[in-house]
């Protein structure tokens, strides 16, 4: 085992990584920070975001605004002060990434372009034509390349986090390119190592995608807290699950079910707009939730379309013509084409929910720290707070940029103040994990393929955009069957060099106690909210018993404890979340009303 | 190792620039395992050229300058002989009747028109026209090659007298 | 979900557990012959051959994939977004450089399909090449914006559509390095920078917002910089963005010319503008 010594590790190098390790650079650049990756960080997820970052730029639009929406769209189920950070500091990292570079698409005068994105009810979200998150991973991972203080170690898997006396002491982690597991000591650690949406067999997200992060922090004794709500993507390719972004309707894309009807309006999101007239927070612009949970019904009622890949609806972008649509919006339509031999321009493209984002994560508070004191988590793999039940499109992309500053400096400032020195007891605990770990190639009898297979079926089953205690109980079973036959699962390849078997494995046991959080989570949540909905009698929110964030705190035997904390709510009481007509009507005029004093009912500011 | 030590690193790092190893910062605390590693490189073929459609076509684009470049030579040898005197001159002249420079020049027509043509295609790429937001289509700028061509080899028909 | 995909024991592995939602019914079995190479056992890579069943919807990728969870789990290959913009799965497909994700089996039927590892790279392991030499000449070039800094309050930089036109196509590079397996240049001249190298250095020279094309010009004006490049264009050809690198290196050659001309005049390198 190779040690290493630095006063910051950062374990992934996404858009989160990326923003961090910069800011700690920048804050101190006399620390040593080391950026620590399972993939060169230019294949990083974020490079597959499409849609924009939201922050407020327009005339019409307002912080406030932008809070009032991400606190609705999260079903009041956002932490209020991290919200009002948030959306008070987004602009700003939007124009810092145009300083860097990066490539925001423009109006005709040279200022920035924002579109309308699902949820918000102001058009605010930047974009770099369609493949935003593309231009933010590729201008932070050029910018990180300026400063001399942060060291990568690329095709480095992460194992484990290593505590010792109560605070983070480092990172264990293997190096595939050399074939020996390295020991990053250091005091301060920041996660950032996206989601796990893998965890479900159909889903947006790419191979990496597996919860490491959440369940190095998880097995450290860190709560995953709000790991219930998952979103689904409303449009997602049937078969592939390739992401097909909320920015096609953003610029007027509509959705049709078998018989040509714009189904929406029927499900509180209309009245019907006209077509190539999108309005903010109608029909098709309306939450993620709200419209995969349109889906699933006209599913029921057998109003989808049938194709070879599953059952689906159409996004029907024809109206905007061929040569708007190869401007704003090519990577669609080379996506289209390629896989599924569909020219949008020309016919409508099938999409159906796909499983995307985890709300979910490593419990933060507003300054991304943990409950492990040297350990803070940004971006997908943290709840910071931010979303709630339910992710607004285009916060997230946000959220790694103004989050990821703030770890950062957070991350700097407490290496600075609390360094920590080189200890046996922590070298030898790695050692002999990472040896248990090794020790896994070459051994078992459970193929790897048959149990990630069988967890993904079991998650789409159970935990997906309609749940019942019964389908539940049966994928917590199941997940707990899945990982006793884990104790023994098969390894056969021996080679030390770029073993992808053996890191598959080790991602597996990541998502397989990621997925017990989150199924052990939506069994205690009996309410429905955001994205956590339930047809069990438990069908609507419940506000006095469940305004609370869930948490799960592991065992190593058995289901985790599920405990529950409260919501830091300011400003925003808890309203009836409402879009469409329903929405316009429950909205009263802006009150001056002072914080903490509670806003009419049925009203939201 | 010390705080101080490893800033003195920072430290030194920094003074070089942003050329400065970032590896610099981190310390390495004891000896490395040994590396797994046996990178294997295949070595480029001598013959990669014709390996594909792609490269041959490439291949011949660049044999079409020694072609060409043989028979400005022999251009240049003439020129020389003009200036020496008749005897040289005739001398010149009978020699291109000789079948391997009759070769030579079949040769070097078509080679001038495949060195035309291909120098010509990959024009577009080096000159840009920016009209509004968009380039100018690559076709045009292949074109414009062509008319200036055809423009110039006008001219000069015309001044040595249409021969 | 068909009533045998219920039945785990009767998984057939082909489709990753979406059941009857997965790739359709099967067309036909392609024989792939797949490079490989163990850098603990192997003196040299041999090649393996591997029968894979495939449907209308199968790509290269899930091929691959298929053989390592049903067939072979050794087999090691690099993938990610499955969606052709992380840029991971290059391979020489019948060798031609290609993504092996979208590149669908149906169009190499009947087969069989050799797979091997991009050309002009050390081997590590199997498909997996040696990106390193790549990652430093990326550092080399200094690829990001070199500016005053403007206070960060405010609307930041202009900058029109038209202005974006002159370096947005080079910024759509998603390193896959198709483009140095295509280059003979990368194979012959071993410490050229090489297409993507060049291009990310282009796309910030012509960034109306960069002022670094003096700091960037010595790495590019030398002989490993541009000018190993003879203009082949294969890298151009084999680019599934459409980034044409070609451009941008003929384009960087006669800036640098004219640069090399204007230095007698103008001020040089690294003086203060």
Not at chain 2, 58 to 67: G, P
Not at chain 3, 108 to 115: E, F, I, K, T
């Amino acid at each position: 085992m190779q040690t290493l010594r630095a006063d910051i590790a950062i374990v992934g190098g996404g858009g989160a990584g990326l923003r961090a390790a910069i800011a700690a650079a920048s804050a101190n650049p006399e620390l040593s920070i080391v950026l620590i990756s399972k993939v060169y960080p230019m294949r990083s997820h974020t490079v597959a975001a499409e849609g924009g970052a939201a922050g407020v730029v327009g005339e019409g639009d307002s912080i406030d605004k932008h809070f009032a929406d991400t606190v609705s769209g999260g079903d009041w189920l956002c932490d209020q002060d991290v919200v009002q950070f948030f959306v008070e500091h987004a602009a700003e990292e939007m124009y810092q990434l145009e300083r860097w570079g990066c490539p925001w698409s423009r109006k005709g005068d040279g200022n920035v372009d924002v579109r309308r994105f699902g949820g918000m009810s102001e058009p605010r979200t930047w974009f770099a034509a369609d493949k935003t998150g593309f231009h933010l991973l590729h201008t932070l991972f050029q910018t990180s390349l300026k400063h001399a203080s942060i060291a990568r170690l690329d095709e480095h898997l992460a194992l484990e986090l290593v505590v010792h006396d109560d605070r983070v002491a480092g990172v264990l982690t293997y190096n595939q390119r050399d074939g020996y597991p390295v020991l990053v000591e250091a005091g301060a650690v920041i996660m950032a190592t996206g989601g796990a949406g893998r965890i479900y067999a159909q889903n947006t997200n790419g191979a990496i995608v597996t919860g490491d992060g959440m369940a190095m922090a998880y097995r450290a004794g860190v709560a995953l807290r709000d790991m219930e709500f998952v979103q689904y993507h409303p449009t997602g390719l049937p078969g592939s699950g390739i992401l097909i972004t909320e920015g096609c309707r953003g610029e007027g894309g509509v959705l049709l079910n078998k018989d040509g009807h714009r189904y929406l309006a029927d499900y509180g999101l209309g009245p019907e707009t006209p077509i190539g007239e999108p309005k903010n927070k109608y029909m098709e612009l309306g939450p993620r939730d709200r419209l995969s949970q349109a889906f699933w019904h006209e599913q029921r009622k057998g109003s989808t379309i049938s194709t070879p890949r599953g059952d689906a609806v159409h996004l029907d972008l024809r109206h905007l013509g061929a040569a708007y649509l190869h401007e704003r919006l090519p990577l669609i339509c080379e996506l289209a084409e390629k896989y599924l031999g569909v020219d949008p321009a020309t016919e409508p493209i099938p999409v159906c929910p796909t499983a995307h984002y985890t709300m979910g994560g490593i419990e933060t508070d507003v300054t991304t720290a943990t409950g492990l004191p040297g350990l803070y988590a940004v971006g997908e793999c943290a709840s910071s707070g931010l979303h709630g039940a339910n992710r607004l499109g285009s916060n997230s992309l946000a959220e790694l940029v103004v989050l990821g500053k703030v770890a950062g400096e957070q991350a700097a400032a407490f290496a600075w103040s609390e360094p920590t020195g080189p200890s046996v007891a922590v070298r030898t605990a790695a050692q002999d994990t990472g040896a248990r770990l090794v020790s896994m190639m070459g051994r078992g009898t459970e193929k790897p393929a048959l149990i990630r297979a069988e967890l993904g079926r079991t998650m789409d089953d159970g935990v997906g955009i309609f749940r019942t205690a019964e389908g539940m109980a049966a994928t917590a079973a199941k997940v707990a069957e899945l990982k006793e036959r884990y104790a023994d699962v098969q390894v056969v390849d021996t080679c030390p060099v770029y073993n992808t078997d053996w890191a598959g494995v080790v991602e597996l046991g990541a998502m397989l106690d990621v997925a017990q959080a989150m199924v052990h989570s939506a069994i205690g949540r009996e309410e429905s909210r955001g994205s956590h909905q339930r047809l069990d009698g438990f069908t609507e929110r419940d506000d006095d018993r469940f305004l609370a964030h869930s948490r799960a705190w592991f065992r190593t035997e058995g289901a985790p404890t599920i405990s529950y904390a409260p919501v830091a709510i300011t400003t925003s009481q808890p309203a009836r979340r409402a879009y469409g007509a329903a929405g316009a009507a429950a909205t009263a005029p802006p009150s001056a009303a002072a914080p903490g004093a509670s806003a009419p009912e049925g009203a939201s500011r | 190792m010390s705080a101080s030590t490893v800033s003195g690193r920072a430290a030194a790092a920094r003074s070089k620039g942003s050329d400065a190893r970032p590896e610099a910062l981190v310390v390495r605390d004891g000896a490395a395992p040994v590396s797994a590693r046996r990178p294997y490189r295949a070595p480029t073929s001598r013959t990669w050229f014709l390996k594909t459609r792609e490269y041959r076509a490439y291949a011949l684009r660049e044999a079409s300058s020694v072609v060409v470049g043989l028979f400005v030579f022999d251009l240049a040898v003439g020129f020389v002989c003009l200036h020496r005197g008749l005897d040289a001159w005739q001398w010149w002249v009978a020699m291109q009747t000789r079948p391997v420079n009759l070769i030579l020049t079949a040769l070097s027509v078509v080679m001038s028109l495949v060195h035309a043509t291909t120098w010509f295609q990959a024009t577009p790429k080096i000159i840009r026209i920016r009209r509004g937001r968009r380039y100018v289509a690559d076709g045009w700028v292949v074109a414009q090659h062509y008319v200036l061509l055809l423009a110039f080899a006008a001219i000069v028909y015309v001044w040595l007298g249409g021969l | 979900m068909s009533e045998e995909c219920a039945d785990s024991a009767n998984c057939c592995g082909s489709c990753d557990g979406a059941g009857d939602r997965g790739s359709g019914a099967v067309l036909g079995t392609i024989r792939l012959q797949v490079q490989r190479y163990r850098p603990d056992l192997d003196t040299a890579p041999s090649v393996q051959e591997y029968d894979v069943p495939w449907g209308q919807d199968t790509s290269v990728l899930d091929a691959l994939t298929w053989i390592k969870d049903e067939l072979d789990p050794s087999l090691t290959f690099r993938w990610s977004c499955r969606m052709a913009i992380c840029g991971s799965c290059g391979f020489m497909l019948n060798g031609v450089p290609k993504l092996g994700c979208e590149q669908f089996v149906r169009d190499y039927a009947p087969g069989p399909l050799l797979v091997e590892p991009l050309e002009n790279f050390s081997v590590e392991r199997d498909l997996v090449v040696d990106l390193e030499p790549f990652m430093s000449r990326l550092a080399a070039v200094k690829p990001f914006v070199v500016a005053d800094d403007v206070p960060l309050a405010g609307p930041g930089n202009l900058q029109t559509p038209e202005q974006m036109l002159a370096f947005h196509d080079y910024a759509m590079c998603i390193n896959c390095l198709l483009c140095y397996s295509a280059c003979p240049q990368v194979g012959i001249a071993a410490d050229f920078l090489g297409p993507a190298a060049v291009t990310a250095a282009v796309r910030y020279n012509r960034d109306s917002r960069d002022h670094g094309e003096d700091l960037r010009l010595p790495v590019l004006d030398s002989e490993a910089g541009l000018w190993a490049c003879t203009f082949v264009g294969a890298c151009s050809t084999a680019c599934p963005k459409g980034v044409d690198p070609a451009a941008a290196i003929q384009q960087a050659k006669a800036a640098a010319a004219k640069a090399w001309a204007g230095e007698f005049v103008l001020p040089r390198h690294g003086a203060v503008r």
